[in-house]
């Protein structure tokens, strides 16, 4: 695969000022022959939900920013994707989650892992450091409770074109994403590997504020 066209997607609801940090992670990416589209979702007919200001200076024709109605994760995400109007031209499709921390080279060792074999349809990774709250924890965190199907973090998935087409034909929406996501691959026979990228990702694990906490609206 030579320089494959990567489409970066993050579904975002209710975190600003980490879909901010997010998109910072993308543009921050050594690997840079991509776009990074985002969907961003809020309630029925709620305020306050125009974040352009908080953004609007990060912006390039790499960003590609959308509005909808928060819906189930799985159509969030595939809306984030299919509203790019060449979306079936890109070689491959990156969650980024927008919570999440993406360390530079992220990209290139999910492109590094499909050249080096062209059998595989979807990559994901174990993660070796988790941001709680402030305190950083070592380990090695693997899956969300997936082991028999052998998937890592589902923040981690990559995958192409055959895998993205795979879960367009979900219409039970019985769990989360990634387990949606799985099943449908797992189902299809495809075949999944594991991409070296855990120490270039941090999970974050957020909570309340310690010192306006009580400022907390909802």
Same mark, same amino acid.
């Given at each position: 695969?030579?320089?494959?066209?990567?489409?970066?997607?993050?579904?975002?609801?209710? /975190?600003?000022?980490?879909? /901010?940090?997010?998109?910072?992670?993308? %543009?921050?990416?050594?690997? #840079?022959?991509?776009?990074?589209?985002?969907?961003?979702?809020?309630?029925?007919?709620?305020?306050?939900?125009?974040?352009?200001?908080?953004?609007?200076?990060?912006?390039?024709?790499? #960003?590609?920013? =959308?509005?909808?109605?928060?819906?189930?994760?799985?159509?969030?995400?595939? &809306?984030?994707?299919?509203?790019?109007?060449? &979306?079936?031209?890109?070689?491959?499709?990156?969650?980024?989650?927008?919570?999440?921390?993406?360390?530079?080279?992220?990209?290139?060792?999910?492109?590094?892992?499909?050249?080096?074999?062209?059998? $595989?349809?979807?990559?994901?990774?174990?993660? /070796?450091? #988790?941001?709680?709250?402030?305190?950083?924890?070592?380990?090695?965190?693997?899956?969300?409770?997936?082991? =028999?199907?052998? &998937?890592?973090?589902?923040?981690?998935?990559?995958?192409? %074109?055959?895998?993205?087409?795979?879960?367009?034909?979900?219409?039970?929406?019985?769990?989360?994403?990634?387990?949606?996501?799985?099943?449908?691959?797992?189902?299809?026979?495809?075949?999944?590997?594991?991409?070296?990228?855990? /120490?270039?990702?941090?999970?974050? $694990?957020?909570?309340?504020?310690?010192?306006?906490?009580?400022?907390? %609206? #909802?």
């Amino acid at each position: 695969m030579n320089q494959p066209k990567i489409l970066c997607f993050t579904s975002s609801y209710h /975190r600003p000022k980490m879909l /901010r940090s997010c998109i910072e992670d993308v %543009k921050n990416q050594s690997y #840079q022959n991509l776009i990074h589209t985002i969907n961003i979702t809020h309630d029925p007919n709620e305020q306050g939900c125009d974040y352009s200001c908080l953004i609007s200076d990060l912006l390039t024709e790499k #960003q590609i920013i =959308k509005d909808t109605v928060n819906q189930h994760t799985h159509l969030n995400n595939l &809306y984030a994707i299919m509203s790019v109007p060449d &979306y079936l031209s890109y070689d491959l499709f990156v969650k980024f989650d927008d919570d999440d921390i993406y360390l530079k080279n992220y990209l290139q060792e999910i492109v590094d892992t499909f050249e080096g074999n062209d059998k $595989i349809d979807i990559v994901s990774s174990y993660i /070796r450091n #988790q941001l709680n709250g402030h305190t950083l924890y070592p380990g090695l965190y693997d899956n969300l409770g997936n082991e =028999k199907l052998n &998937y890592h973090m589902p923040m981690t998935y990559a995958f192409n %074109k055959k895998a993205l087409l795979a879960i367009t034909k979900i219409t039970n929406l019985w769990h989360f994403d990634d387990v949606l996501w799985r099943e449908e691959w797992n189902k299809a026979g495809l075949i999944n590997e594991t991409v070296s990228n855990s /120490r270039n990702i941090i999970w974050y $694990i957020h909570g309340k504020n310690v010192s306006t906490g009580n400022f907390l %609206k #909802q």
